[in-house]
């Protein structure tokens, strides 16, 4: 903790600090001598203080922030400031207007989150580490030879070898340093991407999508900061494009080859052909649990390297096939979503600033955008975890 502060107090203009330590005394109706006995000092050494003659010590600090009723980071650093994020809406997206000014009121709050997530990591002094690859080159490509190059050559970046990402949004948030939140938004939504010098890579997933559908978006936002970085895009559920651009095939194709990669889902599907000596649909509704997508997306997947004839999906869901019906007949309980409005990274932040009391309870609360009561609560939760 002393650390974290020392290093503040190096950078900061002693006047500056002594100035705003005098005018949250007099706010709060004390003496310098009683302001002193906080720290154990004589009044003299205060006045050096407050005249911005004498360091204070990282301990001091705190105690006096405590005593003023705020946190250290309330009067020792401003907030960073972030460009707005440029997000461009294609007609297509024009249709519904109440929808259309939905999802700006969600990229308000996405951005404030962004905001907020540098300044905890200015704060600890910890910033996000971010292990970007170059921006592939795209231009001209064939789509899905180029979607499946991409993909294989990021797995093997980042160590995932060819069996499922079980933890997508961890992976992409830890591993490569992207910055993403949750939020609810219109069904026809699915996310939004945009690329900032400050904050690098950022993205929001509907929340009130299933978790399938969310990994789905994931692979499909990744992609986007992979080929198309510093273009925002926001994503719609497919069928809502007029005419599909490139890059958006692009983006759609990916996702196939990096959640279900070919040399792993031939491995899996002959094993379960070798078990039982045929492939049933019940091996289908397994085979799409263990990659974490929908049942859609892995008929498809199988049909596309013809491990299934053509148009086993459309005869399974034209013959009135019940997906949730038949998961919860296996045992197959809906993939528990990991759906916390803000990355475990950013909670992480939080919660030990609340606890070296470099922030508020109320700031802490603000962070993470719940009230005080639900704030304790998830500190509490968080506490125990760390512990």
């Known amino acids: 903790m002393n650390n974290i502060i020392t290093n503040v107090l190096d950078d900061i203009d002693l006047r500056q600090l002594g100035e705003r330590l005098r005018e949250l005394r007099n706010k709060c109706g004390m003496t310098q001598e009683s302001a002193a006995k906080v720290i154990n000092a004589a009044r003299t050494t205060m006045v050096a203080i407050e005249k911005g003659e004498r360091r204070l010590k990282a301990t001091e600090l705190i105690k006096l922030a405590r005593t003023y009723g705020i946190s250290v980071s309330d009067f020792v650093r401003e907030r960073p ?5 440029k997000v461009k809406f294609r007609k297509a997206y024009r249709q519904n207007e109440v929808q ?22 200015e704060i600890m002094n910890a910033p996000l580490p971010q292990n ?23 797995r093997q970046r980042l ?5 499922p990402i079980p933890l997508l949004r961890d992976t992409l948030e830890q591993s490569v340093g992207l910055r993403i939140f949750y939020l609810k938004m219109p069904s026809k939504y699915s996310g939004v991407y945009t690329y900032d010098e400050k904050l690098g890579g950022c993205m929001a997933i509907n929340a009130n999508h299933p978790e399938e559908r969310r990994r789905w978006s994931l692979a499909h936002g990744y992609l986007h900061f992979l080929a198309h970085r510093r273009k925002s895009v926001v994503g719609l559920i497919e ?25 792993g889902l031939l491995k899996r599907f002959y094993d379960m052909y070798r078990e039982s000596k045929n492939f049933t649909p019940t091996n289908l509704f397994i085979l799409a649990r ?26 399974l869901h034209y013959g009135g096939l019940k997906v949730r019906k038949v998961q919860e007949e296996l045992g197959l309980e809906a993939i528990l979503p990991h759906a916390d409005t ?21 700031r802490f609360a603000d962070f993470l955008n719940v009230d005080r009561l639900e704030a304790r609560h998830i500190a509490n939760t968080l506490q125990e975890y760390l512990e």
Not at 159 to 163: A, E, P, S
Request: charged share 25%; net charge negative; hydrophobic share 35%.
């Open 239 to 263: 069928g809502q494009y007029k005419k599909i651009p490139e890059s958006e095939r692009l983006a759609e194709a990916f996702p196939k080859y990096f959640l279900m990669p070919t040399s």
């Open 81 to 85: 400031v972030v460009q707005p994020f």
């Open 290 to 315: 263990y990659y974490g997508v929908s049942v859609e997306a892995i008929a498809n997947r199988l049909e596309e390297i013809e491990l299934l004839p053509s148009g086993t999906w459309e005869r």
């Open 159 to 163: 160590g995932l070898g060819d069996g």
């Open 342 to 362: 803000t990355p475990v990274y950013y909670q992480h932040l939080a919660i030990e600033a609340l606890d070296l009391g470099l922030i508020t309870e109320g």
């Open 132 to 154: 970007y690859p170059r921006e592939y080159e795209v231009s001209g490509m064939p789509i899905e030879r180029t979607a499946e190059a991409i993909a294989l050559e990021e």
């Open 100 to 121: 259309k000014s939905q999802i700006e009121s969600e990229i308000q709050e996405w951005e404030k989150f962004c905001q907020n997530y540098l300044e905890l990591e």
